[in-house]
């Protein structure tokens, strides 16, 4: 039997497939769909201090190899997740990260205090690349000090582990990156959507409320495979890949370019037995490739010496 | 064109107006959601599909015997007056005091129904119908569509009784199915349920007619969907109470919580 378990930022998942934060709702929605022992841990819906309506539908778009999805952060508020979602999420047989997005250091410090004291939360992510909320100056993401503030706010509110999320669409992401690093992340989810847009040419009109949109799927899978291949070179704390994941194969990909673990976002849409199919993959290709356990993978592309850590279950 | 689905696993009850997710092909992202129009004696689901794009192309596509993937059934259907219950609201309305104030009931008259359907909305109403006239409710049939080609008239129940409109005039009446509806149901009693399925345009004209006859009124709308199973915020619509998903919160909607679409009152984006 190999041994699917996995450490992230001193978490121990049950496998490396974490499900993408905004793609499985609280959790509860896949009651009975999805085979939860066999999932890492689940992003919840990104929460902000308050509810939001979120952007005028339509909110969604297909694309080639992809979607476009313009939600804008609705969500039912801090006070509603506490008081509800969370214990809920709470109930399922896997880890509870509670992805949380705020406009400031402060916000961010808040949330991840309340969110973080309770027993569910099993670590935090810090969603400061969502492309669907509008922000006056220049957006976070793209903005190394602002998100080394946002970090260095939310590591003093909370010991739960932070995952910090990033935007492809960043310039200079590297420096991102190390910023989020050096204020005390513990992993980076690399990365969130790519801004786009569709048109209806019968109508003439943009397909999606908002005009723009996030690009998820497969159409995205290059692009963020590639920026965790150099963030993995220049950052010290485990990457979890995200983008367009939707079999084994590509998941081993994100492992061999230097993650640690990933997640499935999109892929969930057209199945949610795609978790059982990847992790019978992952459990198969193991196997043929003589890998005990699967941190064997994580930078493997890279032809670098990784030793196989083995997980304290051991 | 009508698809006869044999499920490996049955569903134990369908309520009229749930749908079924259904997977077309890894060449598109999303599933294709399609009411559940039928349920055989023998448990099988019967899908009624207009073909549109790639995804109905493909379905039309499969050979007999091939397999399919589904979810189902999903979402909150229509709710059934009941023929013996003289005078009862519906349960939607019952639970939703702006319904049940607005709706004058004649009291001691047994409850009736009008199903309208326009164009490929027939599909969501035809188990619909099919249940009311097996509980025995007097209930009235509105199908419209733009040709008399496009008719579905014939894959009702009870499709004699059916009052067709179309919008050339080449069969039935000349005009919009509500336009039909609004001629025809001066004489039914307030304390008719209307039904609809159709374009939004039609439904939205179709809650303005019901609202003018104290008619309690029942809608079922269509979205865009990715997860269809309120896990993801896409397929909302704007109500009174904010944005509520069609997959789970819908796709029947009481017609007084519906915000038109168009209107003023639509929620800002923020
Ligand atoms: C709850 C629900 C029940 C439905 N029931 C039925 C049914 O019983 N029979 C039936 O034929 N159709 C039904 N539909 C509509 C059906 O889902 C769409 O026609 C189908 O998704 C089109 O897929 P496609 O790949 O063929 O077309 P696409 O290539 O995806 O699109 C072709 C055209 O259809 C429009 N479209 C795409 N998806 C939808 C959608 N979800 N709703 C409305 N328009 C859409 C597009 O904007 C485009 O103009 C239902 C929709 C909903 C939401
Ligand atoms: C409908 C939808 C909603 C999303 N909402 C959020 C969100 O609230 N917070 C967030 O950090 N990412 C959100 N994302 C981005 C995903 O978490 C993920 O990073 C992205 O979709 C890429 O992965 P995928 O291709 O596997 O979907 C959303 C994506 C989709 C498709
Ligand atoms: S389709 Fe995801 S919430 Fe309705």
Redesign the interface.
Known sequence: MVDLSITVAGLKLATPLMLAS????YGP??DG?IDFTRVGAIVT?TVTPRP????????????R???L?S??L?NVGLDGFLSEKLAEAGRLPTLVIASVAGETPDEFASLCEAVGERGETAGLELNVSCPNVKRARRPLWADPDGVAAVVTAARRATDKPLFLKLSPNAADVRSVAEAGEAAGADALVVANTLPGMRIDVTTRAPML??RFGGLS?PALLPVNLALVWKLSDSVGIPIVGSGGIERTEDALEYMMAGASAFQVG?A?????SVVDQIVDGLAKHAVTDGINCLSGYTGAAKEVETPCQRTRAD | MLLTCRLLTQFETVEPGQFVHV?TG?E????RPFSVAGVTPAGEVELLIELRGGGTRALAELPVGASL?M?GPLGRGFTLVDARAAGAPSRAAESDPRAAGAAPRAAGAAPRAAVVAGGIGVAGVRLLAQRLFESGVDTSLFVGARTADALLDATLPEPDAVRVATDDGSRGFHGTVCDLFTAESVDLPGNTTVYGCGPRAMLDALAVVAGERGMACELSLE????????????????TVD??RTVC?DGPVFNASVLVPEGSAM?????
């Open positions: 905004g793609t499985v709702g929605e896949y769909l819906k939001r309506a979120g952007n005028t539908p339509p909110r969604l778009a297909e694309t190899g992809g979607m999805n939600i804008g609705e409320g908002n799927g999109t969930l849409f057209r199945s949610p | 997977d890894p598109r992202t999303f599933r993937t979810m979205e865009m969907m990715a997860c269809g199973v309120g896990a993801c915020r896409g397929c909302v619509v704007s904010g944005y789970k639509e929620v800002a984006g923020g």
